[in-house]
């Protein structure tokens, strides 16, 4: 039996890892394999401009014609040398080699349009198409933990200089690009590419990673010492104990509520599922924080 207070951060973050890492990588390759699909058979051929440093390639390639793997390649690498410098190795590290294995599959499968020939009679279908596969790409991608790169990592790093939500930044990235491919490629491109980035976005927000910055959690576990002390130590959020009971049982239990950011999510679900497989947990979205505990009023030791 696995004791969890004899485990240290490192090891525990380990054996999470092990047990996770080979899962999360198939769903990112398959994440970034169908983002790079949607983008080589419905945006470069079609010029759908969906935000994103794709859309950026794709505006370039159009007024400069430059290559839009070149674009990415060279935008990808200012970014992670921005990011490096503002967010060091360590947060960097995901964006980075999300943004290396996704360039790598746009490279691959460019010439993918000339092997694969839709044939939609209206080309509202070519967009419909491009939403949904870049709903479903980005969001086995977010799933994974990981990103695409590009603008994903500029996000990033003005999240930690502006302290605004992820989803809001990104938000705001994305429709400064569709209003940039609107000035090349007229006012229908604009229209195109809302709809592309409203379908996109839905699946991603409402399927898989949600709509808010934070999620509330609701556990209820045997092993209650346990999971508190690593939601403290390691997630560095406050708790708040509610009491429960079970209506067929009637047994009296203490039910953990906590709230973490969206990108803490993963990590709090699995370590709880590996203190506890019997845990019982309720995860919801969470709009607005108010208050609460701050990190430098949780007294405990390293």
């Not at 014609?65 to 970014?79: D, E, K, L, Q, R």
């Not at 980075?96 to 993918?112: P, S």
């Not at 938000?171 to 609107?182: N, S």
């Not at 090349?184 to 980035?197: C, K, L």
Request: proline share 2%; hydrophobic share 45%; net charge neutral.
């Amino acid at each position: 039996m696995w004791l969890f207070k004899k485990k240290e951060k490192k090891d525990l973050e380990n054996l999470i890892k092990k047990n996770t890492i080979a899962f999360n990588s198939a769903i990112f390759v398959i994440g970034s394999l169908i983002s790079a699909l949607s983008f080589n058979l419905f945006c470069v051929p079609y010029s759908f401009v969906s935000g994103g440093l794709g859309g950026i390639s794709i505006i370039l390639n159009d007024v400069f014609s430059i290559n839009p793997t070149i674009v990415m390649v060279i935008g990808n690498a200012i970014f992670i040398i921005i990011s490096l410098f503002v967010l060091g190795l360590k947060e960097s590290l995901m964006s980075i080699v999300g943004a290396i294995v996704y360039t790598a599959f746009v490279y691959f499968t460019e010439d993918i349009p000339y092997l694969i020939n839709f044939s939609f009679d209206n080309i509202l279908l070519y967009v419909i198409a491009a939403g949904f596969g870049f709903g479903f790409g980005e969001s086995l991608i977010y799933k994974s933990g990981f990103n695409s790169g590009g603008t994903s990592i500029l996000a990033l790093v003005l999240q930690k200089l502006i302290k605004q939500p992820l989803g809001v930044i990104l938000r705001y990235i994305g429709f400064t690009i569709v209003i940039l491919g609107g000035f090349t490629f007229g006012y229908t491109a604009i229209m195109y590419s809302i709809i592309i980035t409203t379908i996109s976005s839905s699946l991603v927000d409402k399927f898989l990673i949600g709509i808010s910055s934070s999620k509330t959690f609701y556990i209820q576990t045997s092993k209650k010492d346990e999971v508190e002390d690593f939601i403290i130590k390691h997630i560095e959020s406050g708790i708040t104990e509610l009491d429960s009971s079970g209506a067929f049982s009637h047994k009296k239990k203490k039910m953990i509520m906590c709230v973490v950011p969206t990108d803490k999510y993963a990590l709090l679900r699995n370590s709880i599922k590996e203190i506890d497989p019997e845990a019982f947990i309720v995860v919801s979205d969470c709009y607005e924080v108010l208050g609460g505990t701050k990190r430098k009023k949780l007294l405990f030791e390293d």
